[in-house]
């Protein structure tokens, strides 16, 4: 009954050593092909073309025009005359002293800075994602692998149970608690092999490919508590987490706005220096040829805009405190998120432990009670339940083995210190299926 789920196991890619992919490779594809990266490196582009047209508005500006026409002028009672004009003219302004500008690039670098920080965010994401979704695929795959070899193990039982009922050894009820057991385990495979292929796309998701055989886990490792007090740990995610480093950059830009709009109310100096050259005057008639050079320092006093200023002053204030409001929220998002990633991969070292022993004793019950099978002094009913146990405690076992590996990622994603070296220390922990 077990060889269909075998089969689709299989076309799952979990029975091809030939193609087998490792955590490393993964991460390869993913950095080649993860949207979200991409547009954070796309995002911090756009943050370095606005800090350059800010700064172009305090240097020099050059605007030249040139224009040719035919004039054709009548007089009255004096006949007319048919020429040829042009028109010339260059000019050159130059910000002497403009504080709008001068905070307007002062906040576009801050938010060129935030960029820069939210794409190492990005790629800090993408590390711990890589992580979480390739043992989501083996936990999945694993679960899958368990059920089907307790199907198996259900299926030997049963068989047993039918030659002892057809010899009056047992009772009715022992085999249908049986074929009970046996269908219960088919529907679970069934939800395992779900979760398997949603497992599979989530991390098709971040590498655009579909991933064949993953390197499992290797048997033998060791599974450390992170050393030091929770609340060292959390003044370290504090202090150099690039979420929260973003999100003090957001709230530097949003003032620098404030004090950029603000200076909207003060004069503007600048210096002109302009060049004019035309051989037409007045009124489209016929002149002599005119030059006119000029040096100006020009002085714009903003007296009243119509209460625009003052509200674009409100608007940016208030910009300043939704900042300040988002930035709070991240600082207690961290906080839990350190907290919850310390203690949780705490736990689960802990948790390894006991569960091997768990484990060990689920062996040793299940290989007692069919010997006890055997002798008549046990049930069928007390076999099933322990080997239901045992292989529980296998879920169980592997389960914990990869929550461990995850928490310990986000830990260090939360206080800052993911890295692809993080990728190469997991990668060795995994087995590397002999290639056919």
């Not at 002293?97 to 820069?116: H, N, S, V």
């Not at 290797?218 to 959390?234: A, N, T, V, Y």
Request: glycine share 4%.
């Amino acid at each position: 009954m077990a060889k269909p789920a075998l089969c689709l196991l299989a076309a799952l890619g979990f029975a091809c050593p030939a193609a087998a992919e490792n955590l490393l490779e993964i991460y390869h594809q993913a950095l080649l092909a993860d949207p979200e990266l991409k547009g954070a490196a796309d995002k911090l582009d756009l943050g370095s073309a606005q800090t350059g047209q800010a700064m172009g508005q305090m240097l020099p500006q050059v605007t030249g025009t040139a224009n040719w026409s035919a004039n054709d002028q009548q007089i009255v009672n004096f006949g007319g005359q048919h020429y040829k004009g042009t028109r010339y003219y260059v000019s050159l302004n130059q910000t002497l002293i403009d504080f709008g500008k001068f905070w307007d690039w002062k906040r576009a670098q801050r938010i060129e800075d935030q960029y820069t920080t939210e794409l190492l965010v990005a790629q800090h994401n993408l590390l711990f994602n890589v992580v979480e979704r390739y043992f989501d695929v083996l936990a999945a795959a694993d679960q899958l692998n368990l059920t089907l070899a307790e199907i198996d193990a259900t299926q030997n039982e049963l068989e047993q149970v039918k030659k002892q009922f057809d010899k009056q050894l047992i009772k009715i009820t022992d085999l249908y608690e049986t074929e009970a057991r046996l269908d219960q385990l088919k529907a679970e495979a069934i939800a395992a092999e779900s979760q398997l292929i949603i497992a599979r796309q989530a991390l098709t998701q971040l590498t655009g490919q579909t991933p064949q055989q993953l390197s499992p886990l290797q048997d033998e490792i060791d599974f450390p508590e992170i050393e030091g007090k929770l609340e060292d740990w959390i003044a370290v995610a504090q202090g150099q987490n690039p979420g929260m480093a973003a999100q003090k950059l957001a709230i530097e830009a949003a003032s620098d706005n404030v004090v950029a709009q603000r200076a909207k109310h003060l004069p503007v100096v600048d210096l002109q220096l302009y060049f004019y050259d035309t051989d037409i005057g007045f009124q489209s008639s016929r002149t002599s040829h005119t030059q006119t050079q000029a040096a100006a320092i020009n002085v714009n006093v903003p007296i009243f805009t119509g209460g625009t200023t003052m509200y674009r002053v409100d608007e940016a204030q208030s910009r300043l405190e939704i900042a300040k409001d988002e930035s709070e929220i991240k600082l207690r998002e961290l906080v839990k998120e350190t907290s919850d990633a310390f203690s949780a991969s705490n736990a689960d070292a802990r948790r390894i432990k006991a569960s091997e022993k768990a484990l060990a004793s689920a062996v040793k019950s299940r290989e007692a009670m069919q010997k006890g099978l055997k002798f008549g002094v046990e049930t069928v009913a007390d076999l099933l339940r322990a080997q239901q146990q045992e292989y529980k405690a296998k879920r169980d076992l592997a389960g914990t083995k990869y929550n461990y590996i995850t928490n310990r990622i986000r830990f260090l994603k939360a206080i800052g210190s993911i890295s692809e070296d993080n990728i190469q220390e997991v990668n060795q922990w995994l087995t590397v299926p002999l290639k056919n």
